[in-house]
Each structure stands twice: as structure tokens, then as C-alpha cells.
């Protein structure tokens, strides 16, 4: 299930639910899927969900690290954080221009 069909099916229940604005019911999936992301696994979900605490992802190659390092990105600058106040570090440079586009394409996916 991808992201767009996820977030329709919310704002589909949501206005069901009572969310008759659709503005509102857009802003809630939103959040909802800022707090949820539906492609992380257990693991990457407690990661990216952690507050209060730094953390460190280490994993093989192509088991989600980017994704989940940009997935707790997100939702730290969703609750508020300032972009200056979030470090992320990678190993290499090709991994953090990936992560950059990543982070700027999600950006733009929510309208942060």
C-alpha cells in the first residue's frame, strides 16, 4: 500500500468520522501519517519514533536505514524542532546526499 493510497483511505475515514472539512480531514491524515509512517517496519518505527534520546541505526545495506533516519527527521521537525536543532550523520557523502533529497522530497510531500 503506498503513502497516497494510505493517507486517501484516511481522510476517508476521517470524514466519515466527522471531519466534513476536508482541509481538516488533509491536516489529520497528515499528522497521522507523520506519527505513522506505513512503510517502516517494528523496529524502524520504535527508531524513528524515539524522543529524548539520540540514536544510532546500523544495519546492512538496503534494510532501511536512510529511510528511517528520514522518517525520525520528519516527525522531529513535525513536532516542532528546528532544522538546525536535528543532526543526522552518515558515513559517506553519497549517503547524505541521499538522505538530503529524501528529506526534502517528504518535505514537500507534507508542505512542512
Do not use: C
Not at 6 to 28: F, S, W, Y
Not at 75 to 83: I, K, M, N, Q, V
Amino acid at each position: 500500500m503506498t503513502a497516497l493510497s494510505v493517507r486517501r483511505a484516511m481522510v476517508a475515514r476521517l470524514r466519515a468520522n466527522g471531519h466534513h472539512d476536508e482541509a481538516t480531514a488533509l491536516k489529520a491524515s497528515r499528522w497521522a501519517l507523520l506519527k505513522n509512517p506505513p512503510n517502516l517496519t517494528g523496529d524502524q518505527r520504535t527508531a524513528s519514533a524515539a524522543r529524548q534520546v539520540d540514536v544510532t541505526v546500523t544495519a546492512g545495506a538496503g534494510s532501511g536505514k536512510t529511510r528511517t533516519l528520514v522518517a525520525r527527521y520528519i516527525g522531529l521537525l513535525s513536532e516542532g524542532y528546528a532544522p538546525r536543532a536535528v543532526v543526522a550523520i552518515t558515513f559517506t557523502e553519497k549517503a547524505a546526499r541521499e538522505m538530503r533529497t529524501r528529506v526534502r522530497t517528504e518535505l514537500r510531500r507534507f508542505s512542512l
